[in-house]
């Protein structure tokens, strides 16, 4: 058995303890096989009422803590952690499953699927075929937009991201889909600039309030949005599309 990445994932059975560094899958699994969860980041928030000890942050765990509640397996992703901290993870005896960086939502669901039914052995969950079936069809471009996702400096959503997917599902188009980064850093005075009809803001990760983004790009229209329905992969997709369509539309 082989992860996203093609590394080998020495499963010897069905894991029974599973320590999740991506809060989307710690929300995706817990959904799927509630109790499955032995241990989760401090930003893995969902399910709200999920109670496991803590490892630290994606970007930087306490190993050491994870290896401590002797899971049978970690899963983490390509994108949101270090593959030294998934190297010392194997080098310690420790499978880890870790899923790749997904850039449209078909691929992120896809993902998932395989870890769910592959990976832990679980029955295709109910929520993966309902999320699958509401973000099948995409809608017409009826605007275009730029998605910073962080300030000081900022940073926005580019190419080949999820969060752009999403967006382009509904109808958004993304200014920024064909620049070479995945996550460019342009000036504000170039984002102002860029030809967009709205901003959309996030509240992760970078916490964008109706106080703190919306000054600094005057006249243009903006929405606040759920960060976890523009870019977790996992159970709020289902509620995602008519909660990002209600935020989003004029």
């Known amino acids: 058995m082989v992860d996203d990445l093609g590394e080998p994932v020495p499963l010897t059975g069905a894991p029974t303890r599973v320590v999740s560094l991506v809060p ?9 096989r509630p109790g499955l969860v032995a241990g989760a980041t401090d930003y893995c928030t969902h399910p709200v009422a999920l109670e496991v000890p803590r490892v630290g942050g994606s970007k930087y765990p306490r190993v050491d803590a994870v290896l401590d509640l002797r899971p049978d397996l970690v899963v983490a992703n390509a994108e949101e952690n270090r593959p030294e ?5 194997r080098v310690d005896g420790v499978p880890v499953w870790v899923t790749a960086a997904a850039a449209t939502v078909p ?3 896809g993902s998932v699927r395989r870890l769910l039914t592959q990976g832990l052995d679980l029955a295709e969950p109910d929520w993966l075929v309902a999320a699958e079936d509401v973000w099948r069809t995409p809608e017409p471009v009826w605007a275009r937009a730029v998605v910073p996702v962080w300030r ?4 926005v959503v580019g190419r080949d991201t999820f969060a752009g997917d999403v967006l382009l599902r509904l109808g958004v188009e993304n200014v920024y889909a064909g620049h070479a980064d995945r996550y460019p850093r342009p000036s504000l005075a170039e984002l102002n600039d860029a030809g967009a009809d709205l901003v959309v803001l996030p509240d992760e990760p970078y916490e964008f309030t109706a106080d703190d983004g919306p000054e600094s790009f005057p006249g243009l229209r903006y929405a606040l949005v759920d960060g976890r329905h523009l870019t977790w992969c996992g159970p709020s997709l ?11 539309r004029p």
């Open 107 to 109: 691929a992120g669901l």
């Open 238 to 248: 289902v509620e995602a599309h008519a909660a990002l369509s209600h935020g989003i």
């Open 152 to 155: 000081r400096p900022w940073v």
């Open 85 to 89: 901290d998934v190297a010392r993870i």
């Open 24 to 32: 989307s899958l710690t929300d995706a699994i817990e959904a799927s």
